[in-house]
């Protein structure tokens, strides 16, 4: 019987939920087969059931994998007002918009997503929540209790901003881009100082 150093089952379920995410995010969850998933992996498909026992917990899986690290791979901190503007100028960027395997999950599996299960959904709820709270956190809103629904509706703003582009030709796509951050970064800034696009009309025309 093989025996395998401590970490190799770990290791191993790393590589694949790295793989399906990749996969996923690039050619979509339907027309994704764990086969596919699995030659990516550089893994057999007998393999595969000894860390999921469905292609529809892999999903879940992955869907949660991919929410939770996704400020960590753009190697920015959320915890700081700094960290928040780069993460929005690093979202929408041309990088970004071109890199749909190591991007955004939401802004390339939405669809996916509201279309699978109901674990699936809660999951993916789940870690939306925890992420659009740490934006939330560094917001100077008036009203505390709107916090996370204005920090929801920035991250909304952003994922449809970058899913137009990446359907767009270049050109159009690089104009949205450009116009779309620098219209979420005033709202950012004016949110993290508790200032609302109203308060500052208002100042602008005085």
């Known amino acids: 019987m093989t025996r395998y150093a401590d970490g190799h089952k770990d290791a191993t ?31 057999t498909n007998g393999a595969f059931y000894a860390h999921f026992d469905s292609k529809d917990e892999l999903v879940t899986h992955v869907v949660t994998d991919q929410v939770r690290h996704q400020s960590e791979r753009a190697g920015i901190d959320l915890s700081a007002p700094d960290g928040l503007l780069a993460f929005i100028d ?30 699936t959904r809660r999951a993916y709820g789940e870690e939306v929540v925890v992420m659009v709270d740490a934006m ?7 009203d505390p ?37 620098h219209d979420v970064l005033r709202r950012a800034e004016q949110l993290l100082s508790g200032r609302t696009p109203h308060d500052q009309s208002r100042e602008e025309s005085s």
């Open 145 to 181: 209790g709107g916090r996370r629904l204005a920090a929801m509706s920035l991250f909304a703003s952003m994922v449809g901003i970058l899913q137009l582009a990446r359907a767009l030709p270049d050109d159009l796509a690089d104009e949205l881009l450009t116009r779309g951050r």
């Open 13 to 43: 379920r790393r590589r694949i939920l790295d793989a399906a995410g990749r996969r996923f995010k690039r050619d979509g969850v339907d027309a994704s087969g764990i086969a596919a998933v699995m030659a990516d992996a550089g893994l």
């Open 90 to 119: 690093d979202y929408l960027s041309r990088d970004h918009r071109d890199s749909i395997s190591s991007g955004c999950p939401s802004a390339a599996l939405l669809l996916d997503v509201s279309r699978g299960s109901a674990s």
């Open 136 to 142: 939330a956190a560094l917001l100077d809103a008036k």
